[in-house]
């Protein structure tokens, strides 16, 4: 591995921590999760994507800016007409302010609190612009990534694809956990093995394809974050986390078995496998040396 953090102090992990890789984490989940209840339609996987759309919001607001102060920040910015709407981070807060409402929403329909909108709510419409709110702020949580200056290693499109394909995996994952608990029918989640073959298979080729990307790029900073995933400090969470017990042994069972207790297995190594992606992404981070 090459050693370029010993030869030039410039160079430094982006020190992104858990609360980014769980923020990641659990957008990946709400986000994909509301993508596939436009075929379930069922309030146990929409309580659970809107639980994830709030804790994720909290974990990236409270990164950013403290909680207490960040409405009236923007309140005053706005009011003083220097509110930057071409942002990223504001669009950001936009696409996670509908993901929370709008999941919110749902699930206070759903459990009669809004009996009169119940019909709304499950009916196509809403569950198609839900659909679509849930893969804009899936694609923008990796894009987010991409936009960071420096980080060379992160400066791909492969990142917001790599998401789609582990929320898609971490989603399926907690419907087999409701589907083996009995809140969720079968005959409504009968796809989902077959769904979660070819999604494990489509996330591998893709983390491979990154990796190979960025062992192949001119910038150092790549070479060096993909080598620390490989062979470096991140790599036991990177291999064992990410590939053989995050995705090839999910997958493994899935094709031998549909016992319950081998789902509920398969489907927590699945979900851990998706935040040790995260994790590993953003820890392998290098800044770009600025050479004079």
Known sequence: MMEFTNLMPQIQSANWGWSIAFFLWFVGLSGMGMFLNNWVREKALVYVCTAASFLGTLLVVSHLARLTN??????????????????????????????????????????????????????????????????????????????????????TALIPLLWIMSGMASSISSIEILMVSGKLPKEKVFWSRRTALWVEV???????????????????????????????????????????????????????????AALVVSAVLGLAGALMLRASVLFAGYYEPIIF
């Open 202 to 260: 489509a996330e591998l080729f893709t983390i491979f394809a990154f990796v190979h990307v960025a062992l192949s790029s001119t910038s150092a900073a790549a070479r060096v974050g993909a080598e620390a995933l490989i062979g470096g400090p991140w790599s036991t969470m990177f291999w064992a986390g990410v590939v053989v017990f995050g995705s090839i042994v999910p997958l493994s069972i899935n094709l031998v078995t549909r016992n319950h």
């Open 70 to 155: 960040l409405p009236m920040a923007a309140i005053n910015s706005l009011l003083a007409g220097s509110l930057n709407f071409g942002s990223w981070m504001l669009i950001g807060m936009c696409l996670l302010s509908i993901q929370c409402i709008g999941t919110l929403f749902y699930s206070l329909a759903l459990a009669g609190v809004f009996p009169g909108f119940k019909k709304l709510v499950l009916g196509s419409s809403y569950n198609h612009m839900m659909a679509v709110a849930g893969v804009a702020v899936t694609i923008y949580s990796g894009f987010l990534l991409t936009q960071a200056v420096g980080v060379t290693l992160w400066n």
